[in-house]
């Protein structure tokens, strides 16, 4: 069985920062009785947490969303790059795609 993108990023990004499921879960406004087996499941792949939920913990991971979505390790890294360059960094890189393609 593949394990989802989420639960595998998921993972990686908390372990990365150092917190744990029921930390993770609390700072994302889980409530703090099920915040650790709601990670847990998520992190699992039993439950998926919704977009808005995901959204809340991309913030605490200060990680773009879309990170967690893609299956591709590599666009995902891609993902967090882009998102550390800043607007005209960012405007040069597609300009300079888009006259490669």
Same mark, same amino acid.
């Given at each position: 069985? !593949?394990?989802? =993108?989420? +639960?595998? *990023?998921?993972?990686?990004? *908390?372990? @990365?920062?150092?917190? +744990? ?10 409530? #703090? /009785? +099920?915040?650790? =087996? *709601? ?9 998926? =947490?919704? /977009?808005?939920?995901?959204? #809340? &913990?991309? @913030? $605490?991971?200060?990680? =773009? $969303?879309?990170? /967690? ?10 993902? &967090?790059? /882009?998102? !550390? ?8 890189? &597609?300009?300079? &795609?888009?006259?490669?393609?």
């Amino acid at each position: 069985m !593949n394990q989802s =993108p989420i +639960s595998k *990023r998921l993972k990686e990004a *908390r372990l @990365k920062a150092g917190l +744990s499921q029921k930390q993770l879960g609390i700072k994302a406004g889980i409530d #703090q /009785f +099920s915040a650790s =087996p *709601r990670m847990n499941q998520y992190e699992t792949g039993k439950h998926t =947490p919704d /977009f808005n939920t995901m959204k #809340q &913990i991309a @913030k $605490v991971l200060s990680l =773009p $969303v879309a990170y /967690f979505y893609t299956e591709e390790d590599e666009l995902a890294n891609l993902i &967090i790059l /882009f998102t !550390n360059l800043n607007t005209s960094q960012k405007n040069n890189l &597609i300009k300079s &795609i888009q006259c490669n393609t």
